[in-house]
């Protein structure tokens, strides 16, 4: 295995995995760290941890667990895959999770990058913009769980981590991969142990390819990824992998209440899609919201695709908070979303696409899929996958997790369309 591979959440998982695909490698996705007795055939593993949003010290431990399953295996190098938006909460769990890892592989200098150019993710002098608009403006400052008010990444890494953050600025990036190097090499002569590193283009992920290729460890988005099968010889490859053809009802469950996923659920329902809003205090009052929606999808399910979503705007979502906890109310709806998503895969939908990362967790271990295979791309960061499940029987079932903020408008139907 030349690169291990650690996701903080799982749509950030398939999107690294993505990208992987894409650029060359053979790739497996696992859910959660396999078992010890598990060999895999492949260039990387992506092991898909749920831990972007609890306590620190259980992130460490499961992020430990993962490295020790991947160096196990012989990985080369670790790549700690994180959010475009840098999404952590003040206490973590970027910069804890990334000085265990650090610590553990005796990495003195690391790589800090969340670059996703294709997606809009820029970085630069240290800022993350999100299109034209920094980090701390855009929709990410009303996000449910992990709101970022702050653009600067040393900044934010700063307050994170024991050890100092640097940076290697743009003009070093664009003059190539020595410059990147010898920058990193310069900051960790001065004891500086993460590096943020600008970029504003894949040309910028090339060179860091480069420059990466002998450091134990990257924390980056998965716009990195793009420039590494290049050091192994391996070439970009438009062909997405082959999926197994899997036929039968269609279903979307949305719990992202990203500006991007808001917009997909309004754009469904405004071309006619059937859909069950899932409100989070019926919840709250002790309603049984999940079997009230699997009774609604009763006669249904067998036509167009249904859509089940508990997204809301930032207004709402924030009045939910107010009245039950913020993670009281993520935890609800959580719960229920992934109910309905193993319901209806038990009456039948085998093509399933579900918005949101802690949704996509809770929904995938609900449906007890231990592993992906990587197929075709939708949009940017979002391809298509193929899962077993107990739920789904012999032949499995079709999945796309989407990140909240990925996308275009017409996801929902470009998605099913893909398939036919
Ligand atoms: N109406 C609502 N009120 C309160 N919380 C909600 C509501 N709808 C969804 N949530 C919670 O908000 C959180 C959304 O996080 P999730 O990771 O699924 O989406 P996202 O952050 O947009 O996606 P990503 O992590 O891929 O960027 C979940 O915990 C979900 O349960
Ligand atoms: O990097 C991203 O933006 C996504 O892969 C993600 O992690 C969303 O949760």
Avoid at 3 to 11: E, K, P, Q
Avoid at 109 to 122: K, L
Avoid at 124 to 133: A, E, P, S, T
Avoid at 272 to 286: I, K, S, T, Y
């Amino acid at each position: 295995m030349l690169l291990g591979c650690i996701a903080d959440d799982f749509t950030g998982a398939t999107d690294l995995a993505n990208n992987l695909v894409r650029a060359g490698m053979r790739v497996v996705q696992t859910i959660g760290v396999p078992g010890q007795d598990r060999a895999v055939e492949a260039d990387a593993v992506v092991i898909a941890l749920k831990s972007r949003t609890i306590e620190p010290d259980a992130a460490v431990a499961q992020s430990l667990a993962a490295l020790r399953w991947l160096r196990a295996r012989g990985a080369g190098q670790i790549y700690f895959k994180v959010c475009s938006t840098f999404d952590s909460t003040e206490r973590g769990n970027i910069g804890p999770v990334a000085e265990a890892l650090a610590g553990a592989l005796g990495a003195d200098v690391v790589p800090v990058c969340p670059a996703f150019p294709e997606n809009q993710r820029t970085v630069f002098k240290g800022h993350l913009f999100v299109g034209d608009l920094l980090l701390s403006d855009s929709s990410m400052r009303h996000h449910p769980l992990t709101p970022m008010t702050d653009a600067s990444l040393v900044r934010v890494m700063q307050r994170q981590c024991r050890g100092r953050v640097g940076l290697v600025e743009h003009g070093v990036v664009r003059q190539g991969a020595d410059a990147i190097g010898a920058r990193l090499q310069a900051l960790q002569a001065e004891g500086v142990r993460f590096g943020v590193v600008d970029a504003i283009a894949n040309d910028d992920l090339m060179a860091m390819g480069r420059a990466f290729a002998a450091l134990p460890l990257l924390v980056a988005g998965s716009g990195v990824a793009i420039g590494l099968p290049q050091n192994q010889g391996l070439a970009p490859s438009a062909a997405a992998a082959e999926l197994p053809k899997v036929s039968g009802a269609r279903a979307i469950v949305s719990g992202s209440c990203s500006a991007a996923s808001n917009a997909q659920v309004v754009d469904f329902i405004s071309r006619g899609g059937e859909a069950f809003a899932v409100d989070p205090l019926r919840m709250a009052a002790g309603e049984d919201v999940a079997a009230a929606a699997l009774a609604w999808s009763e006669g249904r399910i067998a036509g167009r695709p249904l859509l089940f979503y508990a997204t809301a705007e930032p207004a709402a979502v924030k009045s939910v908070q107010a009245r039950l906890g913020v993670d009281e109310a993520g935890a609800l709806v959580e719960r229920t979303l992934s109910t309905i998503a193993r319901g209806l895969v038990e009456r039948g939908v085998r093509q399933l696409v579900v918005a949101g990362g802690e949704t996509s967790g809770a929904c995938v271990q609900a449906l007890e899929v231990q592993r992906l295979r990587i197929g075709p791309q939708i949009d940017p960061g979002v391809p298509w996958c193929h899962a077993p499940s107990p739920a789904a029987g012999p032949q499995g079932l079709l999945v796309a997790l989407k990140s909240g903020n990925f996308g275009t408008a017409d996801f929902f139907t470009k998605a099913f369309a893909l398939l036919d």
